[in-house]
């Protein structure tokens, strides 16, 4: 890809460094660690050699990340930090700073390539395509609280766990075999 170079130097002269990593290959994936001396590092699924357009919007998506953290107090960004570390330990509950700063890190990368001259054809698509994993997990957590604390009330009442798209792919509940809300309504019967 055209440029990639000058998005590369803006990463150096920023201070981060950049890491192949055996686990951002297999997942193809990239992100932005930030240690203890506050030392960026974008670990990548693979060198910077022959990329697409994913590649670059990805990799200014982590530089729009630091772009964002490092306009923050001190106080600022171990907070930032701090909740980031909940969310991977699956502490849900702060999704909303998570999904603002993921938009954010898109919007400063989007800035970054139309300033650098990088082609921005499909960064929508690799935006929302990256952004969406981040929508599932909250969902995820409540699946999970329900399973493991209501397990009973669900076998019981197990059409409630399908209300608001939770499940809403599934026809019959998993535990009691009973139709879904979605199916309920799709067929036009009426719930008891």
């Given at each position: 890809?055209?440029?990639i170079?000058?998005?590369?130097?803006v990463?150096?002269k920023?201070?981060?460094?950049?890491?192949?990593?055996?686990?951002?290959?297999?997942?193809g994936?990239?992100s932005?660690?930030?240690?203890s001396?506050?030392?960026?590092?974008?670990?990548?699924p693979?060198?910077?050699?022959?990329?697409?357009?994913?590649?670059?919007?990805s990799?200014?998506?982590?530089?729009?990340?630091?772009?964002?953290?490092k306009?923050?107090?001190l106080?600022?960004?171990?907070?930032?930090?701090?909740?980031?570390?909940?969310?991977?330990?699956g502490?849900?509950?702060y999704?909303?700073?998570?999904w603002?700063?993921?938009?954010?890190?898109w919007?400063?990368?989007?800035?970054?390539?139309?300033?650098?001259?990088l082609?921005?054809?499909?960064?929508?698509e690799?935006?929302?395509?990256a952004?969406?994993?981040?929508?599932?997990?909250?969902?995820?957590?409540?699946?999970?609280?329900?399973n493991?604390?209501?397990l009973?009330k669900?076998?019981?009442?197990?059409i409630?766990c399908?209300?608001?798209?939770?499940?809403?792919?599934?026809?019959?509940?998993?535990?009691?075999?009973?139709?879904t809300?979605?199916?309920?309504m799709?067929?036009?019967?009426?719930?008891?």
């Open positions: 890809m055209e440029h170079e000058r998005l590369l130097d990463i150096q920023e201070g981060i460094n950049l890491k192949v990593s055996a686990i951002h290959s297999m997942t994936s990239f932005l660690i930030i240690n001396n506050n030392a960026p590092t974008i670990y990548l693979s060198e910077a050699t022959n990329v697409t357009n994913d590649y670059a919007h990799l200014s998506h982590e530089l729009g990340h630091w772009l964002y953290i306009k923050m107090s106080a600022g960004r171990k907070l930032h930090l701090l909740r980031r570390q909940k969310w991977k330990n502490e849900y509950r999704f909303l700073f998570i603002w700063d993921e938009i954010m890190a919007v400063i990368g989007y800035k970054v390539c139309k300033h650098l001259g082609s921005t054809d499909g960064f929508e690799t935006a929302w395509k952004f969406r994993t981040y929508l599932k997990r909250p969902i995820q957590l409540n699946i999970q609280v329900i493991d604390m209501e009973k669900l076998e019981r009442e197990c409630k399908f209300f608001d798209g939770i499940e809403e792919e599934m026809m019959f509940c998993p535990y009691c075999g009973n139709q809300l979605k199916n309920r799709n067929t036009n019967l009426t719930l008891k």
